[in-house]
């Protein structure tokens, strides 16, 4: 085996730093919002509370998002041993499980990302009874979103809500690690048998021939049938939005290493071929990948960073040792692009990333940064400086 090339650990010098003020950062932001939840997206560069929102009041936990803020406490207690960083997710852990109890905001699949950071963590990290309780009673909830004999399960909204009827969207792959720790907590099969058809579907109809994605596709939810492919976030619906071609390298690497199904793995490198070929120089992504160099179209460090992560699990569960080494090397050569250009000096921020993008159609987020961006680059950053870290997902 050849020794580390000083580039490499020069880089690795790199992670380190720049993950030792991203625990820095992590820690003061647990003294400015105590128990309660930044927004989405900062404001010029600092979280406000989360905003009212009807019945919740300002800082409450509702929304898609809210667990990429104790998600990124496990990340540094894991990292740092400090206990103010467990002691502030555990905290979490319970609200989300009222939350759950309370019936509030579940609307969505997103409950896979809420309670797999909020809830799975904590019982694989420190065996929490509660936790596991909330986590499979989550999943539970997740379930009824399944549509037969569409085979998939159901973005957005009241499952009555006819605009929404039927659609799912690439982002969703992200939320079946929940269903399939239900299935490895409970050996019930309707978890795993979900998983396998929702990520088949995806497989087959939002991937598109030349290896982009598409962000949403609708199922006629009575017969099944496969109707089309659209956006809600990126350019145009024949565009590919960068961080829903992130997710799907993310997201079916990680399908391929719950089923084992070789074609999840080869969409998870065909995903990653388009997304790392539509880079620019600078490998910072833009919002949408139909972007190229001579384009002043905003960037979004968030798609970079799921990128990175995904990557990352690319490379772990490839049993092809020179595909993984590739995998591994382009996830660093992303990451090292966000530390040097996108991250803040430390202590002018309160974000771990700048320049991310929410949704650019409506005006949200631009060049800003985000929860999801912040919980990504560091668990890359995890990833890349403890490489026998085990994933939440």
């Known amino acids: 085996m050849s020794s580390p090339s000083s580039a490499d650990t020069r880089t690795d010098a790199l992670f380190a730093q720049a993950s030792d003020v991203a625990l820095d950062t992590v820690r003061r932001n647990i003294s400015a919002f105590g128990a309660l939840y930044p927004a989405d997206t900062t404001a010029h560069g600092r979280y406000p ?70 809830s799975v963590a904590p ?45 799912t969207i690439i982002d969703s792959l992200m939320n079946m690690p929940l269903l399939m720790w239900a299935y490895e907590q409970t050996g019930q ?16 109809h939002i991937m598109r021939d030349d290896d ?15 109707l089309r492919g659209a956006t809600e976030q990126g350019a145009h619906d024949d565009s590919c939005w960068a ?74 569960v490839d049993p092809d040792h020179a595909r993984a080494q590739h995998a591994a090397a382009e996830a660093r050569r992303l990451l090292a692009a966000l530390v040097t250009d996108c991250a803040p000096a430390p202590e002018t921020a309160d974000t771990l990333l700048l320049h991310g993008v929410y949704d650019l159609p409506k005006g949200n987020g631009v060049d800003e940064g985000n929860l999801w961006g912040d919980y990504f680059y560091l668990e890359a950053l995890t990833r890349v400086t403890d490489p026998d870290w085990t994933p939440y997902w």
């Open 123 to 167: 019982w694989r990290l420190l065996g929490d009874e509660k936790a596991r309780e909330t986590a499979i009673a989550a999943a539970d909830q997740l379930m009824t979103r399944f549509l037969e004999p569409a085979g998939i399960i159901q973005a957005w909204g009241d499952l009555a809500d006819p605009h929404q009827r039927g659609r």
């Open 49 to 118: 509370l989360r905003p009212t929102h009807g019945a919740f009041a300002e800082g409450g936990n509702y929304g898609w998002t809210t667990s990429f803020w104790p998600g990124m406490q496990w990340l540094a207690w894991e990292r740092g041993g400090d206990d103010v960083f467990r002691d502030a997710a555990l905290g979490h852990a319970r609200d989300f499980d009222r939350r759950l109890r309370r019936g509030e905001d579940l609307d969505t699949h997103d409950i896979g990302f809420l309670y797999t950071l909020a």
């Open 243 to 316: 961080r829903g071609q992130a997710w799907g390298v993310y997201g079916f690497a990680m399908g391929y290493r719950f089923t084992g199904d070789e074609r999840m793995l080869d969409t998870a490198h065909r995903c990653a071929r388009y997304f790392l070929a539509h880079l620019p120089a600078d490998a910072i992504p833009y919002w949408d990948l139909v972007y190229g160099d001579d384009s002043d179209a905003p960037r979004d460090s968030s798609a970079g960073a799921i990128a990175a992560a995904g990557l990352l699990e690319l490379a772990r």
């Open 189 to 204: 099969e309707r978890f795993v048998d979900a998983v396998r058809r929702h990520t088949e579907q995806l497989r087959v």
């Open 212 to 226: 982009s994605t598409f962000h949403t596709f609708y199922w006629d939810p009575v017969t099944g049938e496969p």
